[in-house]
């Protein structure tokens, strides 16, 4: 691709198809194209992968946190099964992202207890004739919030 003029300029494809963007940016980043380059593209994209990182974070530990209280505070013994394998499913994609991104940890600890506010208004609405803690029972540490059975 070096020397290779493309025939839509990347900054226009950008808008038009991304895939083919996409494509055409690697290229140019495996030729060390960089005249071609559409810089600020790359950057915004780049940056997007950090908070889609950060989204999936919020959104599993919000998943883990509701079925958490679901089977800690629901007296529905048909459906704990159900809530343990969810448990499960979030613990295990948690220590996944975890490992592949471990400077998520930080970023757990700044967002729990707003998820956890958040995990326990879809709780309520679920359940309004339960009492769920309005503080966080399963405490600010990620191993026990990952391993703990709080159940037992």
Known sequence: MANLRLQTPLHQLYDEDFVRWVEATVACLKSRDTEQLDWEGLIEEIEDLG???????ES???VLLVHLLKRCYVDLPDD??????TILE?????????????S???YYQNVLDEVYQDALAEATVAYPTNTFPAE??????????LEEEFWR
């Open 60 to 62: 599993r530990l919000g």
């Open 90 to 102: 979030q613990r295990n994609a948690l220590k996944r992202l975890l490992k592949q991104s471990p």
């Open 136 to 145: 966080n029972p399963f405490g600010q540490e990620l191993q026990g919030l």
């Open 51 to 57: 908070k889609s990182a950060k989204r999936e974070l």
């Open 104 to 106: 998520l940890k930080v």
């Open 80 to 85: 704990y099964r159900g809530w343990q394998l």
